[in-house]
């Protein structure tokens, strides 16, 4: 029997969930899974997650907290009662998102984060096993640098650019989340053209920075997200990891069709990349030449602190 394109592209790319429903990841059996504040809202709504909500809200209303704490206390449980139900499925690591509203505050970040491993170490799990998702900010990323000497591993979400990745890698970052389907979505506005396979710009973006990191030895991950076709997925094929969502991970497991890595170290090897160092006006000024990633880091970062405010709302309706 044929094996399905899924379990093709478990054999040399860690498959990641992006959801934050469990029943999804029960189906397609990930190694990890990843979530952030808009998926958290999503699944938060459905009646069969509103336990998790509540148990939220009583633990933390009975330690006598009031006030805008009481809101932040129960919104930083819901993440980390979401992410140990995620923990009994996948064999691997979660990752968790600090509050958006940070992206520019490194000690705020360095502090939310601390406090979100304390949670999960205190119910018994490793920080091995916990990502902390932080946005490409240069604030963002100075935080992971200082929360990696603490062996507090983190996942630089919402990176869009050359920059961006650069940066990370030279901060020992353990991971980084490139947005593949939102930069496809920026060309596709920008140029009113359509772009598939190797001449997707997201595709090309990440095939660029999975081999300048090979190329020079860094340690970093490259985990491609945010895939908006099966195509972006397949011609990314042995990226160290891929985050995909539920309709996704279906179109994979229904074909048969087979698959070929087209990353490798070889080709990565062979790349004309050169090594550059970033300090922070480099850094501001080289990211600010890319228009696209300037913009959508920006509306990410936008988008996702207007979700956290929206599950704020939730929890005051509740309390």
């Known amino acids: 029997m044929s094996m399905n394109q899924l379990d093709q592209l478990k054999q040399f790319t860690t498959v990641v969930a992006d959801t934050g429903d469990f029943e999804s990841m029960k189906v397609y059996q990930p190694q990890d899974a990843t979530t952030n504040p808009s998926l958290i809202l999503q699944v938060a709504a459905k009646p069969e997650y509103h336990y998790l909500v509540d148990q939220a809200v009583s633990e933390v209303k009975a ?79 100075k935080a992971a640098e200082v929360l990696a000497k603490e062996g507090i591993h983190c996942n630089l979400t919402l990176l869009f650019s050359f920059a961006q990745a650069v940066a990370c890698a030279e901060a020992g970052v353990r991971l980084i989340s490139p947005f593949v389907g939102r930069i496809l979505d920026w060309h596709k506005a920008a140029t009113g053209k359509d772009f598939q396979g190797d001449e ?58 087979p698959i070929t890595a087209r990353l490798t170290a070889e080709e990565a090897s062979a790349s004309d990349h050169k090594k550059i160092s970033l300090n922070e006006s480099d850094f501001r000024f080289m990211l600010n030449e890319d228009a696209m990633a300037t913009e959508k880091t920006a509306h990410g970062i936008r988008a996702f602190s207007a979700d956290i405010v929206k599950l704020e709302k939730l929890i005051e309706g509740m309390i």
């Open 63 to 141: 330690t006598g907290i009031t006030g805008a704490a009481l809101t932040e206390a129960i919104l930083d449980r819901i993440l980390i009662l979401f992410g140990l139900e995620i923990l009994k499925i996948v064999p691997g690591r979660v990752s968790t998102e600090v509050d958006a509203r940070l992206s520019f505050d490194t000690a705020a970040t360095v502090a939310k984060a601390r406090q979100l491993i304390a949670a999960y170490e205190k119910e018994g799990h490793s920080r091995d096993r916990i990502l902390i998702k932080i946005a490409s900010t240069w604030e963002g990323i």
């Open 200 to 257: 997707d710009p997201g595709v090309v973006s990440v095939r660029s920075i999975y081999n300048y990191y090979k190329k020079f030895g860094y340690k970093t991950q490259v985990m491609g997200a945010s895939f908006r076709n099966k195509g972006e997925i397949l011609a990314l094929a042995g990226c160290d990891l891929l985050t995909i969502s539920p309709s996704l991970l279906a179109e994979l497991q229904e074909s048969i069709e």
